[in-house]
């Protein structure tokens, strides 16, 4: 079956999409097929794969306005084991548009259907709101990850983020839950990056990840590069952190660790 996450939190900047790249392409090169769902009109994990957003012809956008089947959109193996669900600026205007579409709220989750049982993960992108794309995503997800920068006022937020989706669990999906919240840009020279994941642990005392994501600048090149962190520097601190994620993450799903890594090696 199938597993669907979400890496939402509506504060831009904390590490969405880094964390989304990242653990995608940890997923597929550990042998669990992944699809990566990207639904920020920035499309800032359709480039931080080295896709040129400039030149897609099909997006989320076709897939989410039901004029084209899911099939023809998504991008295939874009890296061994992992396609993409591809975005670009066309789908700012999906936020307005989709208001008076029928089941909105339901659409991605709709063109997901058909696809979804190719995957052992769905990871989904969202953008920096709480607006109808990241509803969609949550409407389609089973699982979120809220990331949180290690900053000051890093809880500010949470509480708005956390009644948005337990509204969600209650209204549209019921088996929607937190996964876990990812410390992000953690900088262990500051008092405050500590006292930051403290006060984070006791509002979430069971959901915080183990893995803390350092502060690197590595991690803010690979984008440009269209490098995941694993091809841009494999031995970084950050390549570890997101490998040591990506393992918490297969360990919390209950995914069948040894027998996916035997079958992507094999052929
Ligand atoms: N751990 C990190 N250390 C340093 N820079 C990071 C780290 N994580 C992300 N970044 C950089 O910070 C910026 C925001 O991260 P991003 O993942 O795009 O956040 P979001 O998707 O939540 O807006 C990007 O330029 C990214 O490359
Ligand atoms: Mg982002």
């Given at each position: 079956m199938h597993r669907i996450l979400a890496l939402a939190n509506q504060k831009g900047g904390v590490g969405k999409t880094t964390t989304a790249v990242n653990l995608s392409v940890f997923l597929a090169s550990?042998?669990?097929?992944?699809?990566?769902?990207?639904?920020?009109?920035?499309?800032?994990?359709?480039?931080?794969?080295?896709?040129?957003?400039l030149r897609l012809e099909r997006t989320v956008y076709d897939a989410l306005a039901g004029d084209l089947s899911i099939h023809h959109c998504l991008l295939r193996e874009v890296r061994p084991g992992?396609?993409?669900l591809p975005s670009n600026g066309m789908l700012a205007g999906a936020e307005v548009e989709l208001v008076s579409a029928a089941r909105r709220e339901f659409r991605l989750r709709s063109a997901l259907e058909p696809i979804a049982d190719e995957y052992a993960v769905i990871v989904i992108d969202c953008p920096p709101s709480l607006g109808l794309l990241t509803v969609n995503a949550l409407a389609?997800?089973?699982?979120?990850?809220?990331?949180?920068?290690?900053?000051?006022?890093?809880?500010?937020?949470?509480?708005?983020?956390?009644?948005?989706?337990d509204l969600i669990k209650r209204r549209?999906?019921?088996?929607?839950?937190?996964?876990?919240?990812?410390?992000?840009?953690?900088?262990?020279?500051?008092?405050?990056?500590?006292q930051v994941v403290e006060e984070v642990r006791r509002f979430f005392p069971r959901r915080m990840f183990r893995t803390i994501i350092p502060r690197t600048v590595r991690l803010a090149e690979a984008p440009s590069y269209g490098k995941a962190i694993f091809e841009y520097d494999p031995s970084s601190r950050a390549a570890r952190a997101y490998a040591e994620l990506g393992t918490e993450v297969v360990e919390r799903l209950n995914l069948p660790t040894t027998a996916g890594a035997v079958a992507a090696g094999s052929d």
């Open positions: 550990s042998g669990h097929r992944t699809l990566l769902v990207d639904i920020d009109p920035q499309a800032n994990a359709t480039s931080s794969l080295g896709v040129d957003k992992l396609d993409l389609a997800a089973r699982e979120v990850i809220i990331p949180i920068q290690c900053e000051y006022l890093a809880l500010e937020g949470l509480v708005q983020l956390v009644n948005t989706i549209l999906n019921p088996p929607l839950d937190v996964f876990g919240v990812l410390m992000t840009m953690f900088d262990a020279r500051t008092r405050l990056a500590v």
